[in-house]
């Protein structure tokens, strides 16, 4: 069974921090490019980074360049996205995804990928 899962979402303030954590079952890093989506109302999906163990590669959406940090801990088959300096426009629901990568300037998830269900960021004003 494949599955991910997230958590670490939450309500903070202009300036402030989260860590998201993605944990994945039935599959391994070195298999799977993990990365990170976004979601917000009346908004597209937007990928947010996408980051490849087997190679070490990362990616990242320009909007988040510089701010966020996308990281894996292998041996918990666990993907973890570090987000600084968070703006209110970063409120959306987050999903992990897999496989992921870079097509033309966008981040994707390669057709009939995995999802999890999803976890809420705010960022107040």
């Known amino acids: 069974e494949v599955q991910l899962v997230e958590s670490g979402g939450g309500l903070v303030q202009a300036g402030g921090s989260l860590r998201l954590s993605c944990a994945a079952s039935g599959f391994t890093f070195y298999d799977y490019a993990i990365g990170w989506f976004r979601q917000a109302p009346g908004k597209e999906r937007e990928g947010v980074s996408c980051i490849s163990s087997s190679d070490g590669s990362t990616y990242y959406a320009d909007s988040v360049k510089g701010r966020f940090t996308i990281s894996s801990d292998n041996a918990k088959n666990t993907v973890y996205l570090q987000m600084n300096s968070l703006k209110p426009e970063d409120t959306a629901v987050y999903y992990c995804?897999?496989?992921?990568?870079?097509?033309?300037?966008?981040?994707?998830?390669?057709?009939?990928?995995?999802w999890g269900q999803g976890t809420q960021v705010t960022v107040s004003s």
């Open positions: 995804a897999a496989p992921c990568g870079p097509y033309v300037h966008t981040i994707v998830v390669v057709t009939r990928g995995y």
